[in-house]
């Protein structure tokens, strides 16, 4: 599913860069159990909020999709 790989990307970039969970959470402005269900894949994301994460990580979308793993 699209949500699992979302989630996987975030994650997979938050432990690159070094963060938590909750200090992604305060840089995007979202609350911390909602970026863990994101990551898990069990939360569905509006665009509004993933624009927020990918900021937070300090990517552009661009770069954000590229490394997504997806085989839907």
Do not use: C, H, P
């Not at 969970?21 to 894949?41: M, N, P």
């Not at 770069?63 to 793993?69: A, G, I, V, Y």
């Amino acid at each position: 599913m699209i949500t699992n790989a979302v989630g996987s990307r975030i994650k997979e970039v938050r432990l690159q860069l070094n963060l938590s969970q909750e200090k992604l959470a305060l840089r995007a402005g979202i609350d911390r159990t909602f970026l863990a269900g994101v990551e898990s894949g069990a939360r569905n994301i509006s665009l509004k909020s993933l624009d927020k994460i990918i900021s937070a990580l300090e990517l552009t979308w661009n770069d954000f999709f590229k490394e997504l793993k997806y085989y839907g």
